[in-house]
């Protein structure tokens, strides 16, 4: 599976950016997507992710009620909305899928990763 994402740029606080994910190589409607960011000098950590199984979302608590992450299997695409943005955002933000069971907040669960896409949000 190739993951190739997308959307990022540079926003003011409080702007709104929609990243995308397109896989190819296979269907991500049996696949678990993700996204995870790393910022400069930091761990990479996870963001949200929607299981394939039942569309269940998950977020960091850093991004509830801000970020939205969705599927479009018709388009193997998964998005994630980000609205309410924030400088801490700041990051290269990562998709990532998985196709067997695991717990989704650890990078080490996933097989497949992008290139990432940077945000920036300036104060």
């Known amino acids: 599976v190739q993951l190739q994402a997308s959307g990022g740029g540079l926003v003011q606080t409080g702007g709104s950016l929609r990243l995308s994910c397109v896989a190819s190589?296979?269907?991500?409607?049996?696949?678990?997507m993700a996204w995870f960011r790393q910022a400069p000098g930091k761990e990479r950590e996870f963001v949200a992710a929607?299981?394939?199984?039942?569309?269940?979302?998950y977020y960091a608590d850093s991004v509830k009620g801000r970020f939205t992450i969705s599927r479009a299997n018709a388009k193997n695409t998964v998005y994630l909305q980000m609205n309410s943005l924030k400088p801490e955002d700041t990051a290269v933000y990562y998709c990532?899928?998985?196709?067997?069971?695991?717990?989704?907040?650890?990078?080490?669960?996933?097989?497949?990763w992008g290139q990432g896409t940077q945000v920036t949000v300036s104060s």
């Open positions: 990532a899928a998985v196709g067997g069971p695991g717990g989704i907040y650890w990078s080490s669960t996933y097989d497949y």
């Open positions: 190589g296979r269907t991500i409607s049996r696949l678990t």
């Open positions: 929607i299981r394939w199984s039942d569309g269940s979302a």
